[in-house]
Nanobody
C-alpha cells in the first residue's frame, strides 16, 4: 500500500488549501483514513480522520469548523480541505491508512501505512 500526498504550499493567513492523498494497493474502501501534522520541534498530532463508508469524520479541536476531511472511494483518494488557515497550522501534513477498522482513528499508533508528507506553510 502506498500513500502519496500533494497540495501543500505557501499561503497567507486566512487563505485555503486542499490536500490530496492518493492511495494505491489494497482495498481502499476498507481503510480508515487520517491526516496528521508535525510542526518543527513538536510531536506529530492528529488533525482529522474518516472511517469506512458510513462512519462520521473526526476532527481535532484546533481545526474543527475550518478543516473538512472527505474521501472518494471510486478514485482511492482522501482530501483535506483547509480553510481560514492560521500560522499555527504550519507543519508537514501526513496521510495515513488503518486497515483493520479501528475506532481509535485519532491515535497515530493504529495506522498501518503512512505517506511521506507535504509541507504547508502559512504566513502571517
Amino acid at each position: 500500500v502506498q500513500l502519496v500526498e500533494s497540495g501543500g504550499g505557501l499561503v497567507q493567513a486566512g487563505e485555503s488549501l486542499r490536500l490530496t492523498c492518493a492511495v494505491s494497493g489494497g482495498t481502499f474502501s476498507d481503510y480508515g483514513m487520517g491526516w496528521f501534522r508535525q510542526a518543527p520541534g513538536k510531536e506529530r498530532e492528529f488533525v482529522a480522520a474518516i472511517g469506512r463508508p458510513g462512519s462520521g469524520p473526526l476532527y481535532a479541536d484546533s481545526v474543527k469548523g475550518r478543516f473538512t476531511i472527505s474521501r472518494d472511494n471510486a478514485k482511492n483518494m482522501v482530501y483535506l480541505q483547509m480553510n481560514s488557515l492560521k500560522p499555527e497550522d504550519t507543519a508537514v501534513y501526513y496521510c495515513a491508512a488503518n486497515q483493520y477498522g479501528s475506532r481509535r482513528l485519532s491515535q497515530s499508533s493504529v495506522y498501518d501505512y503512512w505517506g511521506q508528507g507535504t509541507q504547508v506553510t502559512v504566513s502571517s
